[in-house]
């Protein structure tokens, strides 16, 4: 088999949120075909015992303890050297010598990088067929991040979007192909680096609708009578505590004059202090915090909302939300890289009294089951489908592959 070399900013297992569902199953598909040699970080030691559950897709793999508050010290370093702040942050003498020597050792010719921060891993190794999974626009995200906050804050926010965008086209000229979350964000990267464009496409995120299937039976974790509206996602990830707290504070007002027995239901680890005092400053509202199983949440929810304000690429909690078959209420943004079906039952609203209106019209007259987002979802987001199209531009052909 080919020897292929695997860099992950974040350590792709367990696949518990976007990134990581997105990097494991492209893990799996790759190991189908390739000797595959991972180097990765650890940024949450709980993830440490899953070391070894990796070896069974792996030839060799490397993990690298990544501690957030060092590397946010050490990003610092940055400001001197005139590069993007994410590059230092995420920059390990121990992983560049195990790259290294592995391309060495094991004369190894092709490469994929699964964000563009780790493309710096492989300066120094032009001889290698490097792919580049950007995932998402990261340099737009810093901008959009800018746009919220106050000086100093949107100053380092702006230079970060321009210095990792400068990197990132860098990278894009040096790869054989950059790939994308979904065509949408592509179609962004070709505007802002059109000098990529013949090299730059995607693949989309997938969902596994065996896992996530209405069919199968799951407890019920809500009282009786209760009409529960629930959010899943990461809640230590900005975007994600953006997005409750807006929902919380400008939309669930409304929505509770309208529904007095409603409750609104944040499910998902690590919650900031910010989404904490949401659940102590309103007792209809509710902080799982960590939960063994998400679905049981989704599956028995009047509605899944996802009012995210920044978002990038396409949301895994919108997918996994349509493949259990859920009437969805979302903003423009966490749409995005959803392509437009006429036939989905989703609502998309931006404005806080709009978007109540619409949360208000599905727990008013409740939907059981939306077919068709099942169907559109084992239709276009297949992970086998999406594998298979990642490991077509890899091989020498690259994007001409896919024409």
Not at 275 to 288: E, F, K, M, R, W
Not at 331 to 347: F, V
Not at 366 to 395: I, K
Request: glycine content about 4%; charged content about 20%.
């Amino acid at each position: 088999m080919t020897k292929l070399l695997y860099l992950v900013h974040r350590i792709p297992y367990p696949p518990n949120k976007g990134d990581k569902i997105r990097s494991f199953h492209f893990l799996k598909a790759l190991a189908e075909k390739y000797e595959v040699y991972l180097g990765t970080f650890i940024d949450d030691p709980d993830d440490k015992q899953y070391i070894d559950t990796l070896k069974v897709y792996c030839k060799d793999s490397f993990c690298i303890d990544l501690q957030p508050k060092f590397g946010k010290l050490k990003s610092l370093t940055g400001f001197l050297t005139g590069e993007a702040l994410s590059l230092p942050y995420y920059r390990n003498s121990a992983l560049q010598a195990w790259v290294d020597n592995t391309i060495a050792e094991q004369n190894i010719e092709y490469a994929l990088i699964f964000s563009s921060p780790m493309a710096q891993y492989l300066k120094n190794h032009p001889e290698v067929s490097l792919v580049a999974d950007f995932v998402d626009v990261d340099s737009d995200k810093w901008r959009q991040y800018a746009g919220s906050k106050n000086w100093p804050g949107s100053w380092v926010y702006q230079r970060e979007a321009q210095k990792l965008l400068d990197f990132e086209t860098h990278t894009a000229g040096l790869a054989k192909s950059t790939v994308f979350v979904s065509e949408q964000e592509a179609q962004l990267f070709k505007q802002l680096a059109p000098e990529n464009a013949d090299k730059i496409s995607f693949v989309n995120n997938g969902v596994d609708t065996e896992f996530f299937d209405p069919q199968l039976s799951f407890a019920n974790p809500f009282a009786k009578n209760q009409a529960a509206i629930v959010f899943t996602g990461a809640m230590d990830y900005w975007a994600n505590v953006d997005a409750v707290v807006w929902f919380a504070q400008q939309v669930f007002p409304w929505v509770k004059e309208q529904v007095p027995e409603v409750r609104f239901y944040v499910v998902g680890s690590k919650p900031t202090k910010a989404v904490q005092q949401l659940a102590d400053n309103d007792a209809s509202v509710i902080v799982t915090g960590r939960v063994d199983d998400v679905r049981n949440y989704v599956a028995h929810a009047c509605v899944v909302v996802a009012p995210l304000r920044i978002a990038r690429g396409i949301q895994n909690k919108v997918l996994e939300a349509m493949a259990m078959a859920k009437p969805i209420v979302a903003t423009s943004a966490a749409m995005e890289g959803i392509p437009g079906n006429q036939s989905l039952e989703i609502a998309v609203a931006d404005n806080p009294q709009e978007f109540a209106s619409q949360v208000v019209k599905i727990l008013q007259q409740p939907m059981t089951a939306v077919a068709e987002h099942r169907r559109y979802v084992q239709a276009d987001f297949s992970w086998q489908h999406n594998g298979e199209r990642l490991c077509q531009m890899l091989s020498d052909k690259g994007i001409e592959s896919l024409v």
